[in-house]
């Protein structure tokens, strides 16, 4: 296929969509996000990049901690909310109506409503030029019940939601369409 040269950029698929909390003067406050994935296995790690200006950054150099909620697709004007307005200007909680709950790090909120959502300790936050890539360690994890497949948050019953950059959009997940480490397998036969 002919290719066409782009301006370089994050051209990266698929981006997530998911929530960023933080407190704020010991308010919880949410920001949208739609990059950064897993950064470590052991530990576990996941890293975000956020703005420097955003507020939701005054959270994490007031506790060094945040979480990660991630919501299902019905969730989408809750999310696109927290992408647009600011907690500097209104309470999103409130507005959202998110019942918030705290794990073992006391200062990472994390949302009631949204099937899974990881408490996070800032381990590491690299300034890259526009936004920090806050580093977090898991230090809790926790899953709706009713999004379980034998004790694993099972994605198909999560159902998130996927972030277009390009075209500013939110997609659902397609389907199942392979098992992982066993379709490549018939490759074997060509080495
Ligand atoms: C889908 C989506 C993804 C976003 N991803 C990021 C991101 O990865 N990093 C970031 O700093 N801002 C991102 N933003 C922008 C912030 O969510 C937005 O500026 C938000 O209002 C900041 O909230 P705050 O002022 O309460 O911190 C995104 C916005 C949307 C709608």
Redesign the pocket.
Same mark, same amino acid.
């Given at each position: 296929m002919k290719k066409v040269e782009l301006a370089p950029d994050r051209y990266w698929y698929p981006r997530p969509?998911v929530l960023f909390g933080v407190n704020i003067n010991g308010k919880a406050?949410f920001?949208?996000?739609? *990059? *950064?994935g897993v950064t470590n296995a052991v530990p576990p790690m996941i890293g975000?990049?956020? @703005?420097h200006d @955003?507020? =939701?950054f005054k959270g994490v150099r007031q506790n060094m901690t945040f979480s990660i909620a991630t919501p299902s697709v019905d969730m989408v004007k809750e999310l696109?909310y927290?992408?647009?307005? =600011?907690?500097?200007d209104v309470d999103?909680v409130k507005i959202c109506g998110f019942e918030v709950f705290y794990g073992h790090l006391k200062t990472a909120p994390m949302i009631e409503q949204c099937p899974v959502n990881l408490e996070c300790r800032v381990v590491k936050a690299l300034d890259l030029g526009s936004?920090d890539f806050v580093i977090g360690q898991v230090e809790g994890a926790y899953a709706s019940e009713d999004c379980l497949t034998d004790g694993k948050p099972d994605v198909e019953k999560i159902r998130p939601m996927i972030?277009d950059i390009d075209f500013n959009r939110y997609l659902a997940f397609g389907d199942v369409i392979a098992q992982a480490y066993k379709v490549g397998l018939e490759f074997r036969e060509r080495e």
């Open positions: 969509a406050n920001m949208a996000v739609g *990059g *950064g975000i990049p956020v @703005r @955003r507020y =939701s696109d927290c992408g647009i307005a =600011s907690g500097a999103k936004h972030y």
